[in-house]
């Protein structure tokens, strides 16, 4: 029986802990499985980043990217090890790229999930351009803060409209306050989101593949603390209510790994925050959850380059 070697590639910004930990785990495994006439086994490597040729063919079967949604150069090399050398990469690089919270908000309230109502601002301020000025003489319109505040009522929320780690979001509580934090929005263009306050849980699920862990989250706590350490803490209903909805949201984007934040009020859950497709992953933050997810990362990975699981490249939104 021929014996075969599935490459997997991590594509790596800052991370420290989990890699060690997800390289040490497949070394000290050592696996060598039968699967469909082979002896398969498994090698881990991280992915360099350096010039290289369109051409030429990439060994890997599966990369775990963490970089392509801030690299460039790291993004065009795995939409190239797709396209041209068929690898499998989770997440998806065009739907990160292209899949900002704007975009996830307007395609889950599409499939009815109970959104908070929420107002895209214009920027306050504008990078200057020769045809800025006319355009904003001919078509801006002002629009009354007074007006909007007491639409969505307080408290309101404002962050960007993308992006994540928390960078950007103000808690609104008065008109002044929302002035306030409008005009030290600067160019960013900005969410206004009714707030689901006060809330009876507030949770992150946590996807990656077919699995999903639940973890009680505290927005209000230090950032190494927010992560709390209860588990089995939902009724099984409402565990069902934030796995499935994770779920479906990682299938629509094409995501394999992904963070969806849920409030509940008065029974119902509401998705807040589910553009997250490079969830922490520190041990820092995560602290007792840290095994379960390097756990989830091996299995998914693992799976991936043994199969070989197709890739798919693009997403049909048809019905």
């Known amino acids: ?71 460039d150069t790291s993004r065009e090399w795995i939409k190239k090890a797709t396209i041209l050398d068929g690898v499998y990469v989770f997440n ?3 739907s990160v790229q292209s899949m900002e919270k704007q975009t996830t908000y307007c395609a889950m309230m599409r499939l009815g999930m109970p959104i908070p109502d929420t107002i ?5 301020d504008y990078e200057e351009s020769a045809d800025l000025r006319p ?23 404002m962050k960007p409209y993308d992006g994540g780690g928390w960078v950007g979001v ?20 900005m969410h206004l989101q009714a707030g689901v306050h006060p809330y009876d849980w507030f949770v992150r699920g946590i996807g990656l593949g077919p699995q999903v862990m639940l973890v009680n989250y505290d927005p209000t706590a230090p950032l190494h603390d927010r992560y709390q350490q209860d588990v089995d803490f939902l009724e099984p209903a409402d565990a069902k209510v934030v796995e499935d909805t994770t779920l479906v949201i990682n299938a629509f984007f094409g995501w394999d790994f992904n963070s969806c934040e849920m409030l509940q009020k008065n029974g119902i859950w509401h998705p807040i925050d ?46």
Not at 172 to 182: H, K, M, V
Not at 312 to 318: G, K, P, V
Request: charged letters at 25%; proline letters at 8%; aromatic letters at 12%.
């Open 1 to 71: 029986m021929p014996t075969v070697t599935r490459h997997i590639g991590l594509s790596l910004g800052a991370d420290l802990c989990w890699p060690q930990c997800f390289e040490d785990i497949v070394s000290k495994l050592d696996l060598n499985l039968e699967i469909g006439g082979d002896r398969v086994r498994f090698d881990v490597e991280r992915v360099t980043i350096e010039p290289f040729r369109l051409d030429k063919p990439v060994k890997y079967d599966v990369v775990v990217d963490r970089l392509t949604h801030w690299l």
């Open 170 to 189: 103000s808690k609104i509580d008065s008109a002044e306050a929302l002035r306030a934090a409008y005009d030290a929005s600067g160019k960013f263009v």
């Open 135 to 157: 355009t904003l003489e001919r078509y801006a319109r002002l629009f009354d803060f007074d007006q909007l505040g007491d639409q969505l009522g307080y408290p309101l929320f």
């Open 92 to 94: 998806n690089p065009w």
């Open 274 to 319: 589910f553009a997250n497709p490079c969830p922490d992953s520190q041990v820092t933050s995560l602290h007792v959850h840290f095994p379960n997810l390097v756990k989830a990362k091996l299995r998914w990975s693992l799976f991936c380059a043994a199969t070989k699981r197709p890739f798919r490249s693009n997403l049909n939104w048809a019905p």
């Open 120 to 124: 895209l601002l214009p920027p306050k």
